[in-house]
């Protein structure tokens, strides 16, 4: 039977293998012995050979050139400083901040050098001793887990290159190409660079490159003046950054520290005597996280960062490139204070869990909150309900799928961070369409240099900036109302009647007042710090409301405001940007500052000005200084007695203090804009939809949500240490015929001192306002308690009796008084004569 085609090859390859035999047994064992260790060695050879060619022609990654690697540097974070010196944060693609060597402490390079390569100094690069180890580990054994024996040079290729999977053999490949690497790197840098760059490029763990961002890390000083068990802890972190975090892992910290100080002692780094005293110390940190990219003042710097990239545009970096933020090393220098900045932080956490809190308990009893028609808008818009309904499910399908639970990551108000639960992704949407958010901003009213600013409660829930965000900005527009009637000629102390009023000309809009008061009549200080409705419109008709609205937009109100009586009750659009320009005009006599300023100067990693933006001053008038005084004045009496009295007898700010709450329909918005001599401050509440809103004025009025904001932030600026130049001063003083005008009640239960003829409904009759005038206020108020207007009485035929029946009793007391003495003289003056 013929043999197969397999069963042939079989028979041919034994055949082969009988010979070889033979021939083996007749040649003399030193020849045999030469051939097991040559053709190994031949091989080995070859493969070396094959591979060594293909790791220098680029076949097993990037090889870069030595010309290349002399041009090596790293990129380096660019930070952020506050006007008090403070690093704010930083931008970067990675967390590294470079130094030279001269600031670095020679106990980290000691450390290094008896802990990753004993041989630093003695070798090109290459440890042949530590090669054959890595060989005898990795091929021979198979642990490719062993590693170990890389030289510094090695470690550093390592870092500038990273590694690639490259099938069979890879560790060999890898390592091959470190090696030519790091002989090239020795090539082209001294020792002591080396060791400088491979400081500044390994990381340390927890997002941290670099010697200099690590000893600002975990000791919250620079690497210059870190100690020796410090040096021995951050050196420790290279071997494994997460098994012996000094955070998360103490112990195991404590005992690699331990033996990094035993190999310097090892290698004569440190005597044993040294080594001893250090390992008995146990390790002490101040750790820190002030330059994690989601920390103090995120949205500032999410909106410092386009400015920054807007002042780089026309500029090259020193290689012909143009700059780059994240890894060009840049100084970027800032207004903000970061005391106040994490006084103003402090400020919403502390307040903002309480008032969404406030909101549930609003609307606890209901059984359905009236936003839900909106919400269910906004769901429809989720990626989450776009995704599914791409697949081609049902509408109904679609929330029966969104209402399957499931684990995820949600931001909690109670705790002020994220949390892990299990959760209904439609519930997980509502929680987000319901939180209430802020925004508060600090500037000064001169130049509006920003102070603080922030954007939101948690950068990582909301990215969107309150700050910068346009809302119905409420009663917080009635003092530009007062003044734009100041200026056309209305006094202080002319009384305006709190009447409901139907404006025909404009549609019958007829304003109300909350809680349906309309009785009595207002001074201009009493209708504002009482921030009556109809006041406000009455006072902005009679003015012009085209003349108004041209002077909230002069004032800083960019976009373009209609002139319709509404204006006057905050139907205008603005941010806190503009709010706060508009009350640095009060603060600052009239002069509008050219809106707001943060960004002083930006320099290149090595203090090189690169561009500079010298701080605003002067400004432009845009209203009358007797005016804003004036006005000044009205709004100091909202935080003495008004609206905003809570400011004195809650939070107990002191000195100088004018301002205005504003609160928007329904409750959606709450605002406070106040000012002292030194500080204008802007706070806003509420939620990213305008249709989440308060049921009850008592929870959802700015009283009780932005008012406590800015209360609380003041009060700690007023408490706070190195922030004396923010407190004391005063308003601008006024002329005594300009208090004069200003004393007058705030409120008469009927005493509108107007007349009414054809042609001007409200013109002031001048002889009756001086003949009370002639009057102290308690005496007005109290003859118009004793004598109520008449039947059919005009407001002029009451005043001109008022002020008749002030004077007849004057003219009583008089009389009864020239009585008096002469009784007196009669009975017992020539008594006293003869005495």
């Not at 197969?4 to 007749?26: P, W």
């Not at 053999?169 to 491979?198: H, P, T």
């Not at 994690?292 to 090259?316: I, K, M, N, T």
């Not at 207004?335 to 402090?346: C, G």
Request: hydrophobic share 35%; proline share 5%; aromatic share 8%.
């Amino acid at each position: 039977m013929p043999k197969s085609r397999a069963e042939k090859f079989r028979a041919a390859v034994a055949k082969r293998g009988r010979k070889t035999l033979r021939y083996l047994k007749k040649q003399p064992p030193r020849k045999l012995a030469l051939m097991a260790v040559g053709i190994p060695l031949a091989v080995v050879l070859v493969l070396f050979v094959f591979l060594y060619f293909g790791v220098v022609g680029g076949a097993y990654g990037h090889m870069p050139s030595r010309e290349e690697l002399s041009q090596v540097e790293n990129d380096n974070a660019s930070s952020i400083f506050t006007d008090d010196g403070a690093l704010l944060g930083k931008y970067y693609a990675i967390n590294r901040l470079s130094v030279p060597a001269e600031k670095i402490s020679p106990y980290v390079t000691k450390a290094l050098i008896a802990t990753e390569d004993a041989r630093f100094f003695e070798h090109q690069g290459i440890d042949v001793k530590a090669l054959f180890r890595v060989a005898y580990r990795s091929i021979l054994m198979g642990d490719r887990s062993g590693g170990g024996g890389s030289t510094i040079s090695q470690q550093l290729a390592k870092q500038l290159y990273p590694r690639q999977s490259y099938g069979s053999l890879g560790m060999v490949k890898v390592k091959l190409r470190e090696m030519v690497i790091a002989s090239r790197l020795e090539d082209v840098f001294s020792k002591q660079d080396l060791l400088n760059l491979y400081l500044n490029t390994v990381p340390f763990g927890e997002d941290a490159y670099g010697i200099e961002v690590a000893a600002n890390r975990f000791f919250d000083k620079p690497a210059a003046d870190l100690n020796l068990q410090e040096a021995a802890v951050l050196v420790g972190l290279l071997k494994a950054n997460t098994t012996y975090s000094p955070r998360a892992h103490p112990d195991r910290s404590l005992g690699r520290r331990n033996v990094v100080l035993a190999l310097m002692a090892q290698n004569g780094s440190i005597t044993p005597t040294v080594k001893d005293s250090v390992q008995e110390l146990p390790l002490e940190l101040h750790y820190s996280r002030d330059n994690e990219r989601v920390g103090s003042a995120a949205h500032f710097r999410q909106r410092l960062r386009a400015e920054v990239d807007r002042a780089l545009a026309d500029l090259q970096h020193p290689d012909g490139r143009p700059y780059d933020v994240d890894r060009d090393g840049l100084s970027i220098h800032v207004s903000l204070d970061s005391r106040m900045q994490r006084m103003a932080e402090e400020a919403v956490r502390e307040q903002l869990p309480r008032i969404q809190q406030n909101l549930a308990e609003d609307w606890k009893s209901s059984k359905s909150a009236p936003w839900e028609p909106a919400f269910l808008a906004t769901v429809k818009k989720s990626a989450r309900y776009r995704s599914l309904a791409a697949e081609g499910l049902s509408e109904g399908d679609i929330l029966e799928r969104m209402r399957q639970p499931r684990a995820m990551t949600v931001y909690d108000w109670r705790t002020g961070g994220p949390v892990d639960t299990t959760m209904r992704p439609i519930d997980s949407l509502r929680h987000y369409f319901t939180l209430l958010n802020a925004g508060l901003l600090a500037t000064e009213p001169a130049t509006g240099v920003v102070r603080a600013w922030v954007g939101g409660v948690d950068y990582q829930a909301v990215q969107y900036d309150h700050v910068v965000s346009r809302r119905q900005v409420g009663s917080t527009i009635k003092p530009v109302v007062y003044a734009t009637a100041l200026q056309s000629g209305v006094l202080p102390c002319e009384y305006t009647p709190a009447e409901q009023v139907v404006y025909a000309d404009y549609n019958n809009y007829s304003p109300g007042n909350p809680g349906g008061h309309y009785e009595g009549a207002y001074s201009m200080r009493g209708g504002l710090s009482k921030s009556v409705n109809t006041v406000a419109v009455n006072l902005a008709v009679r003015s012009g409301l085209p003349t108004l609205a041209r002077q909230i937009n002069a004032m800083g109100v960019g976009k373009q405001v209609q002139a319709i009586p509404s204006i006057a009750l905050g139907t205008v659009e603005a941010n806190l940007e503009e709010m706060n320009t508009v009350y640095s005009t009060f603060a600052n006599g009239g002069r509008r500052p050219a809106g707001i300023h943060f960004l002083d100067r930006i320099e290149d990693e090595h203090g090189r000005v690169l561009v500079e933006f010298d701080r605003p001053a002067g400004g432009e008038r845009v209203m009358d200084e007797q005016t804003a005084k004036i006005a000044t004045y009205l709004m100091a009496g909202v935080v003495n007695s008004g609206t905003g009295a809570r400011l004195r007898s809650t939070y107990g700010i002191q000195g100088a203090l004018a301002g205005k709450t504003g609160t928007t329909q329904d409750q959606s918005d709450g605002w406070f804009l106040g000012f002292t001599p030194k500080l204008v401050v802007g706070t806003w509440v509420g939620a990213e939809y305008p249709a989440v809103h308060f049921r009850t004025l008592s929870r959802g009025s700015a009283t009780a949500t932005a008012l406590p904001i800015w209360g609380t932030f003041m009060r700690k600026v007023q408490d706070g240490r190195g922030l004396d130049a923010y407190r004391g001063g005063g308003f601008g003083g006024m002329d005594q015929m300009t208090l004069d005008q200003l004393d007058c009640p705030d409120f008469l239960e009927e005493l509108p001192i107007y007349y009414e003829y054809e042609g001007d409904e409200y013109a002031v009759d001048r002889d009756i306002t001086r003949r009370l005038r002639e009057f102290d206020r308690e005496e007005i108020v109290d003859m118009v308690k004793r004598k109520g207007r008449r039947p059919n009485e005009t407001a002029r035929e009451y005043a001109a009796r008022v002020a008749k029946e002030l004077e007849r009793a004057e003219g009583k007391d008089e009389r009864r008084e020239e009585r008096k003495q002469s009784w007196i003289k009669r009975l017992f003056g020539g008594k006293k004569d003869k005495d």
